[in-house]
């Protein structure tokens, strides 16, 4: 039995014998657990939803992106946004980690019972101080509004080493989100080959970062303090070395952040979650974006996870991610003192302690 008071905060975590005679006490068919924290969305590109060809490979989601970015007027974009903020909430989550590339998302965020985090994106082969100074300047424009943002790289392969040193090295009590090792061309660019490179080397772009470093994980490593908060987004192709490498620079200061329905979307990848659950390192779990993904339902994601103890996906997809935000505490556990949220999940089959094809879950509070 879980009390809470009139403004949600938990009194008690309890099993009295006598609570069926109690007063003021409600039942539920399912299991009751706390708000979900999706630790990696991108709520501004949600007008998208369906408009992206599944199964395009990194390619195929880039030119979608260009050829339906202009069919959207303001307001289509910002109604898109109020929708999906209004159902996650009514979806049982209580936090986001949120991908930034302007300001679109930040009126309905303050308006938002949501907690969120915005990652504001540096990135470009040619970034230098004036593209960061716009990137400082929205960071600033989020947080003058209430919000907590920071500045982060995009990924290991798309920011010069100007412009990853400006966003790594700035206020190092706030958590950098970064793509992490999502395709084979990544570790290919850094091996001097392979598609991205010829593409980067067609169009005339430097990156002369791949001859200081052999790998994304040696560039990450070398170029973030070991203090810092990260979190790695995506995975697939990380290995027991990238693991390794990670974990002894940054320990649980690192957040490995699956999203497995936006892999299977775009390029049919999974996620090392076995991998990652037997290095018991800390995992979140996201939905990434509608525009690779078909709804921010953070319960179909657990039911990609269907390899992983439900207890333990569970865990990922509420403690794991508060960790990794720094909001755990306040929220992902029913401990007293806590504003969690309540939500109920239902559709489980409680003799193998599984996820049904029908689970889903409501909040409760």
Known sequence: MITIDAEGTVLDVSAPPDINSLQQVEFYSGA?????????????????KGMVREGGGFAGFAAGLRESRDRFSAEDIFKAIEYNDAKMWAEGVQAVGDICNGGSTFEAKRRSRIVYHSFVELFGLNTGRAEAIRAFALRDEAVAGGLRATVTPHAMYSLNEEGFGLAAGDDANSPLSIHFMESPEETELFEGRGEMHDVYTTAGFSTHFTASYSSPAERLVSRVPTDRKVLLVHDTLVSQREVDTVVSHFGRNATFVLCPRSNRYITGLTPPAELLRSNNVRVAVGTDSLASNHSLSMVDELKCLSGIPLEESLQWATMGGAQALGLDGELGSF?????????????????????LPSAATKRIV
């Open 335 to 355: 401990e007293m003192g806590k504003r969690p949220g309540v939500v109920l999940l239902t559709g489980v089959d409680w003799t193998s302690r599984t996820l």
């Open 32 to 48: 009751l657990i706390p708000g979900m924290v999706n630790a990696h969305a991108h709520l501004e590109l949600s007008y998208l």
